[in-house]
């Protein structure tokens, strides 16, 4: 009788897909790079199969790999809902979520998915607004836990992840010299629209706001087409846009942090076990600077690299 598939090999291998790298993947399994490296060597025996190939100073997943990565993601899903079914202690209820759409569509798929996976009898309700709304409903009660962007000025958040903020434009639409700044901002109480309008006033130059929206999709749509300038911290960045730098002359920008506010006396468990998944998924999604060596990368699961001035995301 053929021996059984290892569970927590197939974890690793999921893991180096999902991140993209066997250091990340590393982190997010605990063990040693050297570790992973050996556990996919043996998988590798079992299956008597190549599940990663070499591709310049990366590799790429082989065809037999991505047809394991399909029976892994359902054996692992299989080993944890019958884990939970005989689970007593396992956590029930409803936690009510807050977040600002731009994260929300950066952010919440992953943390969503983990969450769901580990606690199959919670139900997530989810609001998107503003930081400055949302902090708003934290006050009434009506959210147990909000990410929000920092601001202890306005409101008080426990810091889960630090970030530059960038200058961005359009990378197939070059910006007129002549004329003032386009911007593309959120609302006045916005704390992105107010750092970007201090430091162009801060260094005498002209602008004028053209788009105002709260939707991060209405702000990028409007610097993708080459008509604004617009502010987002580097985790947003998508193809097709452009980092500007002081050589543009646009002046550097304080770095971003994102918090999260929680509701007092809300289930200690609940709140734990969310605040986990919320800082693991944010800490995972760093991306790696572009002079990083490649080693280890899985070019079948590409990341967006970490941006220098002036470098361009290729579009669509």
């Not at 591709?55 to 065809?63: A, E, L, V």
């Not at 750092?195 to 130059?205: I, K, M, N, T």
Request: aromatic share 6%; net charge neutral.
């Amino acid at each position: 009788m053929s021996s059984p598939l290892d569970i927590d090999q197939l974890q690793t291998f999921i893991a180096i897909v999902d991140t993209g790298s066997f250091t990340r993947a590393a982190d997010r399994v605990f063990k040693t790079q050297s570790a992973v490296s050996m556990q996919m060597r043996r998988l590798e025996e079992r299956v008597g199969k190549q599940l990663f190939a070499k591709d310049g100073r990366g590799i790429r997943m082989t065809t037999e790999g991505e047809k394991l990565l399909n029976y892994a993601r359902r054996i692992i899903r299989l080993n944890n809902e019958a884990i939970a079914a005989f689970d007593d202690n396992r956590l029930e209820g409803t936690l009510r979520i807050g977040t600002p759409d731009d994260y929300a569509d950066r952010y919440m798929p992953e943390i969503i998915g983990r969450f769901a996976k580990t606690h199959p009898n919670v139900e997530l309700y989810i609001v998107c607004e503003p930081s400055v709304d949302l902090a708003e409903k934290m006050g009434r009660g009506e959210l147990d836990i909000a990410l929000v962007t920092h601001n202890p000025r306005e409101r008080m958040s426990d810091v889960v992840r630090t970030e530059p903020l960038c200058w961005v434009s359009s990378a197939n639409h070059p910006l007129r010299d002549d004329a003032p700044v386009p911007l593309a901002v959120g609302r006045r109480d916005c704390l992105w629209r107010q750092l970007a309008c201090s430091a162009l006033d801060g260094v005498g130059r002209e602008y004028q706001i053209l788009f105002t929206s709260w939707s991060s999709t209405v702000v990028a749509a409007a610097v993708l087409a080459g008509m604004a300038v617009s502010v987002l911290p580097e985790s947003a960045l998508r193809p097709g846009m452009k980092v500007l730098s002081q050589n543009d002359g646009f002046p550097a920008l304080p770095p971003v942090q994102i918090g999260i506010m929680k509701r007092p006396g809300f289930s200690s468990s609940l709140m734990s076990a969310i605040t986990n998944h919320i800082a693991a998924c944010l800490d995972n999604i760093t991306p790696a600077n572009v002079n990083d060596d490649l080693e280890g990368e899985v070019k079948a699961y590409p990341r967006y690299p970490r941006l220098r001035a002036g470098h361009m995301l290729p579009g669509w």
